[in-house]
C-alpha cells in the first residue's frame, strides 16, 4: 500500500517520469551479472528539485530508492537494484 501511495505521489511532481513495475523491468532489468533482483518501479528526474522530492516521498513512505546515474552501476552494463523492492532513481538526465 504505501509503494502505491508512493506512485501516485511520484507522478503528480511535474517533470519526474514515473515507470511503473514492468516498464522499469523492460528498461533497467538487463543483468550481465547473474543474479535477479525484483525491480518495482523507476523514476527519472532532471532537476536537484526532482531528487529531493522524490527522496521526501519515499522516506515517507519507507520505500527503498536504488539511484543509478550511467546506468553502469555493477559494471558492464547493469542497473539492477542491489536488493528486491527497490524502485530505480535514474539520474542519468540531470545536467552536470
Known amino acids: 500500500m504505501s ?16 515507470l511503473l513495475k514492468d516498464a ?10 547473474g543474479t535477479s533482483h525484483d525491480i518495482e518501479g523507476a523514476l527519472q528526474v ?9 527522496i521526501r516521498i519515499a522516506n515517507t513512505y ?4 536504488y539511484p543509478i546515474s550511467g546506468g ?5 552494463g547493469s542497473a539492477t537494484p542491489a536488493r ?10 540531470m545536467n552536470s
Open 62 to 65: 519507507k520505500v527503498p530508492v
Open 46 to 54: 532532471v532537476t536537484v528539485e526532482h531528487v529531493q522530492a522524490v
Open 72 to 76: 553502469h552501476n555493477w559494471g558492464y
Open 24 to 33: 522499469a523491468i523492460k528498461k533497467y532489468g538487463n543483468n550481465t551479472i
Open 84 to 93: 528486491d523492492g527497490c524502485v530505480i532513481l535514474d539520474l542519468s538526465g
Open 3 to 18: 509503494l502505491l501511495n508512493a506512485k501516485k505521489e511520484w507522478s503528480k511532481i511535474k517533470g519526474v517520469k514515473v
